[in-house]
């Protein structure tokens, strides 16, 4: 029997909205493993602090600063990434944004954007992904593509209506990027993850909703009402979210596609 290859020593990923929260948390664990690393940002100043920060410790990071909106931005990314990296085995679509508030009161200004960021940057993602990933692309050697999506894109929240809506698109994009990358033979896993309440600038908005919207009369009894719904007793943290995207970026990982991976502390078991 052998043993499971969990490390991803020898590969180049690239991470996008890696500034800071999950995206960050991701960028360094992988480099941590042994991947070389391309961290992305619409804040390319915070990236590159984080680069910067993770060089101190021998590792291979570089930035550049990206809108995830932006299609020639994402060949700019993909290219620079294989041409300096020698590469790209792993995809952390990351970046997104959240949108609060109920159904009646958002504009549909801010559902459009909302969806522009979080679903619009994912077909970008794989599309850029994808061409320089399968046999005959740029890298060549198959990979591996993560989707950061929510809870809120397997079961319904209040406050989360435009924000839900565009995590289970990410879902579904995801399982059928999984099947069409497998029946064309491109050796391109694809799995999306559903962090919980993550301690985050963003999960704090969580709490900050329930309270807007009227569901709860305080932060105190948003934080009461929350911890009342993980069976773990506590928020998650960007590592836990990061270790999954290691072990899916990794060998370990080699059968699962079309896949979610839930890390919430068991919120929606219950």
Partial sequence: MTALDLSVKGKVALVTGAA??????????????????????????????????LHAHDLTVESMQQDVCDEARWEEVVDATVRDLGGLDI????????????????????????????????????????????????????????????????????GHTAYGSTKGAVRLYTKHAAAEFGALGYGIRVNSVHPGVIDTEMGALVFKDLVDIGLVGS??????????????GRLGTSEDVAGTVVFLGSEAASYITGAEFVVDGGLTAT
């Fill in 219 to 232: 932060p105190e009894e948003a934080n009461e009402y929350i911890m009342g719904l993980i069976p773990q």
């Fill in 91 to 158: 995809l952390v679509n990351n970046a997104g944004i959240y949108q609060g508030g109920t159904l009646e009161s958002n504009s549909l200004e801010e559902v459009n954007r909302v969806h522009q960021v979080n679903v619009d940057s994912i077909f970008l993602g794989m599309k850029y992904g994808v061409l320089a990933m399968k046999p005959d692309g740029a890298a060549g050697n198959g990979g591996s593509i993560i989707n950061i999506s929510s809870v809120a894109g397997l079961v319904g929240v209040p």
């Fill in 20 to 53: 800071g929260g999950i995206g960050s948390a991701c960028a360094s664990a992988l480099a941590h493993a042994g991947a070389k690393v391309m961290a992305t940002d619409i804040d390319g100043k915070a990236c590159e602090a984080v680069a910067y920060s």
